[in-house]
C-alpha cells in the first residue's frame, strides 16, 4: 500500500517516511502542496498524511481542492494547531483523522493502519483466503497455521492481491501500490515476487492465476474442495 506525506519540515517527514516504510508501506514525500492533486490522480495512494502549515498554501486548500475533484483518498492531517476549531475545520472539509504534533510514532502508524484498511474496504486487520492468513497488524501471514516466511514486499503484494481475493489487480497497480517514485524497479519486480509467493504456498495453498496482459489473481484453495 502505498502513502504520500506531505510535510515541509524535512526532518519530521524523514522520520515518518523511515518508520512507515519499515511498516511496509511505499511512501512518496512531497514538501509542499503544488503537486498534491495531481500525483493524486496519477496514482493509487492508500492515503495522504498532510501537513497544514507548508509554504506555499494551507493544508486546508489543499484538502478542499481534492475533495472537489472527487479524489476520496483518505487524508489525514497532521498540525501543531491543536484548537479544536482547526480540527472541526479539517474534518468538516473531508479529512477522515487528525493528528497533533508532536505525536507518538506508534499513534501515528496505528491510525495509518487503521486508515488503510478501512480504504481498502476491509477493517479488519485480519484477511483471509481459504487456509491463508494474513494478521496486517503484526504482518504476520500464515498458511494452515504455519508462518510464511515472507518479505516486506511480498507481504505487500499479498496484501494488494488478497484485499481482492477473486478479482483481477493489474501488474501496473501492483507496481503502484508496492513501490514509491524513487525507487528502482526492475521490469520482471512483480513476477519475481509473485513467483515467490506461489512457491511459499505450494501446492496446498492458495493460487495466484496470472492472466496474460491483465494482471494476477488470487483464487483460493477451499473453492476447488467444495468450501
Ligand atoms: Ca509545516
Redesign the pocket.
Known sequence: MRILIV???AALARGIVSSLRLGGYAVDHLSNGADVAHLLRQDVFALVVL?????DQSGFDILREIRRAGLQTPVMIL??RSAVADRVRGLDLGADDYLTKPFDPAELEARVRALVRRGSGHPDPILSCGDLVYDRSSQVATLCGKTLPLRKRELAILESLMTRAGKVVSKDRLISEVFGYDEEISPNAIEVYIARLRRCFGESGPRIVTLRGLGYLMESNAVEAGQ
Do not use: K
Not at 51 to 55: A, R, S
Open positions: 510535510e515541509d519540515d501537513d497544514l502549515g507548508l509554504p498540525t501543531a
